[in-house]
């Protein structure tokens, strides 16, 4: 049976992995970290059927909760939204270290080898295929690599470029986080999952989560930041939240999460990108799991029906036609929103908040949702009216807006006629389409 290497312990490359192995494939996964230090030290939020989707159920009770809904804060404060999520699309949250211990065990069971501690240096090459993968303990060679080295994979990166697989991240493409969570100092407000946009007039979100345990805060931005703007803005933070302490309890790391459309292209001959490699996060807010672990079982049931064992950029292509069908495509526009939000001003965001060309119908509207289309798909005409008059009267945000919407209707039309059957040369003009959709 053919041998398959995945390169680093994404949630998808190890999804893929016990699908494959399960199925009788040769598995082995190359990681740089220890076992014992596989995942952040923080909770994570996302859809419970990206579990289903790798053979997963849902773990005992005491290991997961409900998300709480997120109540949304305007730059001046004044105005808050909240989410009212249906309880049939609420999501669920887990420790990150018990996603990781839940999916390499089950990986385990179907017969997947682990290398832990061991680094993916970069790609191996013979010819034009993709053989293997560099490891700092020698050369790993492989009938298939499945790339799961994340936004900086240096697989990915280290690929020729006339294989057409992009290798690095332009402008707005990476968000920059630190996460930690305080001591509680006080009750637990209703809305006790409060998300600032533009706060301090910065560009980027805060948020400050209240728990039984303790109090969890987010500080993003589009550029690197260090501790000293963090103390900064834990400082105003706590002027507006008693429940945030002093003393922080757990965590405290930087992180960059990919905030990109997906990949335009995520297969070679031997290769195919995964999870954050391939950029498959809701790129409004980062979270990628559930959409990683959906595309595992589309990547192995396309490897699965390439009996021939080929694996090449031809076999492999139906699994990046069948994700940008399930899931890129929605994922594109949002991409659009999040290029138009890097525009916009503290005084336009307060203004859509008052104005309520933006509420709380939006806000829940976009609460479980990886497609601009379910997003906009509870609006009625009258609700599109009230929103059109509103933005008449700000002429610079109707401007942006009119922008995105531009930009949002050329992605959908490009989507729309991504080629159906591998064609190197149709597809490389059409990842140019795709790619002059997010030109800033």
């Not at 030290?41 to 997961?64: C, Q």
């Not at 804060?73 to 909240?82: A, F, I, K, M, T």
């Not at 995964?274 to 950029?279: K, P, Q, T």
């Not at 930009?407 to 003009?429: E, G, H, Q, T, W």
Request: hydrophobic share 45%; aromatic share 10%; glycine share 10%.
């Amino acid at each position: 049976m053919a041998r398959i290497i995945v390169a680093g312990g994404g949630h998808g490359g190890i999804g893929a992995a016990a699908l494959l192995a399960k199925s009788g494939y040769d598995v082995t996964v190359f990681e740089k970290n220890a076992r014992a230090d596989m995942g952040y030290d923080w909770t994570d939020i996302f859809d419970k059927k990206g579990l289903f989707a790798v053979g997963l159920d849902l773990p005992a009770k005491e290991k997961y909760a409900f998300k709480n809904d997120m109540t949304f804060v305007c730059p001046s404060g004044e105005h808050r939204l909240r989410q009212h999520t249906p309880e049939d699309q609420l999501e669920i949250q887990m420790e990150r270290k018990d996603i990781y211990d839940m999916l390499i065990s089950h990986a385990e069971e179907c017969g997947v080898k682990f290398a832990f501690e061991t680094p993916v240096l970069g790609p191996v090459m013979l010819g034009n295929r993709v053989a293997g993968v560099r490891t700092e303990k020698g050369v790993e060679y492989a009938d298939l690599v499945i790339d799961a080295c994340g936004a900086d994979s240096p697989v990915r990166s280290g690929l020729p470029a006339y294989l057409g697989v992009p290798g690095k991240t332009g402008p707005y493409e990476k968000f920059y986080v630190y996460r930690a969570f305080y001591e509680r100092t006080a009750d637990i407000p209703e809305d006790n999952f409060k998300v600032l946009l533009l706060h301090n007039n910065v560009l980027g979100i805060s948020w400050v989560a209240a728990e039984e345990e303790h109090t969890d805060v987010l500080i993003g931005r589009f550029e690197p930041f260090g501790m000293e703007e963090v103390e900064t803005e834990l400082a105003s933070l706590r002027k507006e939240f008693p429940e945030l302490g002093e003393k922080r309890v757990r965590g405290g790391q930087f992180v960059t999460i990919p905030v990109r459309q997906a990949l335009e292209t995520m297969v070679a001959d031997g290769y195919a990108a995964i999870g954050d490699a391939a950029f498959m996060t809701v790129p409004l807010i980062g979270s990628g799991i559930a959409n990683s672990l959906k595309a595992a079982r589309m990547l192995a049931d396309t490897v699965v029906s390439d009996t021939n064992g080929e694996f090449s950029a031809q076999t492999l292509y139906p699994y990046q036609r069948r994700f940008f069908a399930e899931l890129g495509a929605g994922l594109a526009p949002i991409a659009c929103i999040k290029l138009m939000l890097t525009k916009v001003t503290s005084r336009e965001v307060d203004y859509l908040f008052a104005s309520g060309i933006l509420n709380e119908g939006d806000i829940t509207m976009g609460a479980d949702t990886t497609s601009i289309f379910a997003m906009t798909g509870g609006m009625n005409p009258v609700a599109l009216k009230i929103k059109a008059a509103g933005l008449v009267k700000d002429k610079e945000l109707l401007k942006k807006i009119g922008w995105m919407a531009g930009r949002i209707a050329s992605v959908v039309s490009v989507c729309a006629a991504m080629p159906k059957v591998y064609n190197k040369k149709a597809l490389a003009a059409w990842a140019k389409a795709y790619r002059k959709c997010f030109e800033i």
